[in-house]
T-cell receptor, first 112, second 111 residues
Framework: DAGITQSPRHKVTETGTPVTLRCHQT?????MYWYRQDPGHGLRLIHY???????DKGEVSDGYSVSRSKTEDFLLTLESATSSQTSVYFC???????????FGSGTRLTVV | RKEVEQDPGPFNVPEGATVAFNCTYS??????FFWYRQDCRKEPKLLMS???SGNEDGRFTAQLNRASQYISLLIRDSKLSDSATYLC????????????FGTGTSLTVIP
């Protein structure tokens, strides 16, 4: 399997606090993605990156920001967490998107 | 309208049965198509890509119908280990190379 790790695996945080999730890859893949998965909605794209310092918004980007200062790390930040951001967050990587993605194991975030 | 729509199921089938899942997509410019498998509380994993000519991988057969914007997955001789949620995924280059995921179809294979 591709080398992709997410941290933390689980987190409980309070409403209004900032939260940063980390995705780390050892595959040197160009593309990195953050998705959230919620019942009834499937996986929805939050932000993605197509290179160092090159990022763009997905369909559910409000309330989230990202940074990619080096190829291997893609950070997702919730500036002020809300209960609606309780979800499972998946990072994915790809060198050639037309051939599919590889996902990390996910981060379960609960905002109370 | 959702980019990708799937019947959520659940499909409960006996071992050895043949089961088919369908998926429709809304953007005719979509270029790449996939089936992913997701086990409970795990990450999605690529099961197979779907090619225009159709493709087979062991007990699994995927078909694409571009005219009807329809993708299918056929599983023959179902095994208990096939129990999972199957996600239909579509990639559209003209929307920033984004992947759109269906909500998934749940399959349980019963002994």
């Amino acid at each position: 399997d591709a080398g992709i790790t997410q941290s933390p695996r689980h987190k409980v945080t309070e409403t209004g606090t900032p939260v940063t999730l980390r995705c780390h890859q050892t595959e040197n893949h160009r593309y990195m993605y953050w998705y959230r998965q919620d019942p009834g909605h499937g996986l929805r794209l939050i932000h993605y990156s197509y290179g160092v310092k090159d990022t763009d918004k997905g369909e559910v980007s409000d309330g989230y920001s990202v940074s990619r200062s080096k190829t291997e790390d893609f950070l997702l930040t919730l500036e002020s967490a809300t209960s609606s951001q309780t979800s499972v967050y998946f990072c994915a990587i790809s060198e050639r998107p037309m051939e599919g993605y590889t996902f990390g194991s996910g981060t379960r975030l609960t905002v109370v | 309208r959702k980019e990708v729509e799937q019947d959520p199921g659940p499909f409960n089938v006996p071992e050895g049965a043949t089961v088919a899942f369908n998926c429709t997509y809304s953007n005719s410019a979509s270029q790449s198509f996939f089936w992913y498998r997701q086990d409970c509380r795990k990450e999605p994993k690529l099961l197979m890509s779907v090619y225009s000519s159709g493709n087979e991988d062991g007990r699994f057969t995927a078909q694409l119908n571009r005219a009807s914007q329809y993708i299918s997955l056929l599983i023959r001789d179902s095994k208990l280990s096939d129990s999972a949620t199957y996600l239909c995924v579509v990639n559209t280059v003209n929307t920033g190379n984004q992947f759109y995921f269906g909500t998934g179809t749940s399959l349980t294979v019963i002994p």
